[in-house]
């Protein structure tokens, strides 16, 4: 069974930083477009950013030039770097990993922007 398995989430303030890291097996991860989701209570699940096995990135509107995805290959793991942190960015985050295999998603971390 494959596993993703999330990290780095937490509490911080408005116009804060945090970094979310992604782990997948090897055997997946180097062929996978990796995806970065978000599900804030009451919505449903939202797509925020994803990286291609070749390291092109797409964003959506709102996190352009807040956030920035990216891979380390080496690791295999995925990154979420994210700054100016607003209140409407609080949600469980969620990486997703897509193969021709298949897709494989994480257990979620929950972050949350509040003074």
């Known amino acids: 069974q494959v596993q993703l398995v999330e990290s780095g989430g937490g509490l911080v303030q408005p116009g804060g930083s945090l970094r979310l890291s992604c782990a997948a097996p090897?055997?997946?991860?180097?062929?996978?477009?990796m995806t970065w989701y978000r599900q804030a209570p009451g919505k449903e699940r939202e797509w925020v950013a994803t990286?291609?096995?070749?390291?092109?990135?797409k964003y959506l509107d709102s996190v352009k030039g807040r956030f920035t995805i990216s891979r380390d290959n080496a690791k295999n793991t995925m990154y979420l770097q994210m700054i100016s942190l607003k209140p409407e960015d609080t949600a469980v985050y969620y990486c997703?990993?897509?193969?021709?295999?298949?897709?494989?998603w994480g257990q979620g971390t929950q972050v949350t922007v509040s003074s």
């Open positions: 090897g055997s997946i991860f180097s062929i996978a477009a």
């Open positions: 990286i291609s096995s070749g390291g092109i990135t």
């Open positions: 997703n990993a897509v193969t021709s295999a298949g897709r494989y």
